[in-house]
């Protein structure tokens, strides 16, 4: 919208556009148009009680939206986390096992840009973005590789500039090991960040304490919020 607005066209008649302008406009319909008719019907498939396991079937299936997309569109419509992972786990058929699967809640002022990252094992399902904007929340998912001994390992790089125009790196851990090996999860230390973390079967009230990570269980669910606040629901 701020892209139309800044051509200054004294009308919104299409006979009166010119030809470049009238381009330009066409072109962003092509390329937006997908992402943003998906969002809408998210956000309506939210407000109207639609299962999230429902919506992200129809998205995959009938809008041929990728996988990462598609659930992303249900992040942003507002689904739970709980019915989030649920959604991903059927209509992709993935079986949780040893996955790091991670919610990040950004209710800082500063929008976070991811500089680097690293998989020690495993593969995104769903990859981390590359910005989360101020109170924006965003989930990845780092499963664990198949056939292997290993489970899912790795960590993302954010930086952000704050309002004394100094930048900031905060690099996020996650590990979610097999055999006797224990859990872990860190972040940088000094940042403004925090986690919560649980393992095993998800539950909305099944977070620990802050800071604290489960030795044992898997899959493992990790929630990284700014400041101290409540866990997800």
Not at 7 to 19: A, H, K, Q, R
Not at 24 to 34: D, F, K, L, P, T
Not at 77 to 89: K, M, N, R
Not at 117 to 132: C, D, F, R, V
Request: charged share 10%; proline share 9%; hydrophobic share 40%.
């Amino acid at each position: 919208m701020k892209a139309y607005d800044a051509l200054g066209l004294s009308s919104n008649d299409p006979n009166t556009i010119p030809d470049a302008n009238a381009t330009m406009i066409v072109n962003s319909v092509s390329i937006y148009a997908s992402a943003f008719f998906s969002q809408i019907v998210a956000n309506l498939a939210k407000s109207t009680g639609i299962d999230a396991t429902q919506l992200l079937s129809m998205l995959a299936q009938k809008f041929l939206e990728p996988a990462a997309a598609a659930a992303n569109f249900l992040t942003q419509a507002g689904y739970s986390f709980s019915s989030w992972i649920s959604s991903v786990e059927t209509v992709l058929g993935i079986n949780l096992d040893f996955s790091c699967i991670i919610e990040f809640v950004n209710s800082g002022p500063y929008t976070l840009t991811l500089t680097n990252s690293a998989i020690i094992y495993g593969g995104y399902l769903i990859p981390p973005p590359p910005t989360i904007g101020p109170e924006q929340t965003i989930r990845f998912w780092l499963k664990d590789p198949k056939p292997s001994i290993h489970g899912a390992q790795g960590w993302v790089s954010y930086t952000y500039t704050d309002s004394n125009n100094q930048i900031h790196a905060v690099t996020f851990n996650y590990d979610c090991p097999t055999g006797f090996f224990s859990n872990t999860v860190s972040i940088t230390p000094g940042s403004p960040f925090n986690f919560y973390a649980q393992s095993g079967n998800y539950s909305p009230g099944g977070w620990g304490r802050l800071n604290s990570v489960p030795g044992s269980g898997h899959p493992l669910y990790v929630a990284f919020i700014w400041g101290i606040n409540p866990p997800p629901a």
